[in-house]
């Protein structure tokens, strides 16, 4: 079992960049393949990144692509994910999720955060 706890949210101007961290408990933290979502407001949760066991595998949407890395440390037992060029469309409640298959499906991911907000104003 893993416990996961985002930070690094916030208010940001559009065109800024962010940097969202993930901390996980647990002693298998390399064996989980990670992954962000965020959830706007009125919206379903949406795929952000995802990213192998051993960080050698990255995926994004076509939404976030190019703008954002995901990227993890696992002798910290660390994830993040790397905004950049921000927009009031990434606007979201960010999570991060923890899952022993390589997918965008939230339904993959077995452990969640709670979540940290990115508001980001014109």
């Known amino acids: 079992q893993v416990q996961l706890v985002e930070s690094g949210g916030g208010l940001v101007q559009a065109g800024d960049s962010l940097r969202l961290s993930c901390a996980a408990s647990?002693?298998?933290?390399?064996?989980?393949?990670m992954a962000w979502f965020r959830q706007g407001p009125g919206k379903d949760r949406e795929f952000v990144a995802a990213?192998?066991?051993?960080?050698?595998?990255?995926y994004y949407p076509a939404s976030v692509q190019g703008r954002f890395t995901i990227s993890r440390d696992n002798a910290k037992k660390l994830l993040y994910l790397q905004m950049n060029s921000l927009n009031t469309e990434d606007t979201a409640l960010y999570y991060c999720?923890?899952?022993?298959?390589?997918?965008?499906?939230?339904?993959?991911?077995?452990?969640w955060g709670q979540g940290t907000q990115v508001t980001v104003s014109t």
């Open positions: 999720a923890a899952g022993g298959k390589y997918s965008s499906s939230a339904w993959e991911y077995a452990y």
């Open positions: 647990g002693r298998i933290f390399s064996t989980y393949v």
């Open positions: 990213i192998s066991g051993s960080g050698t595998s990255t």
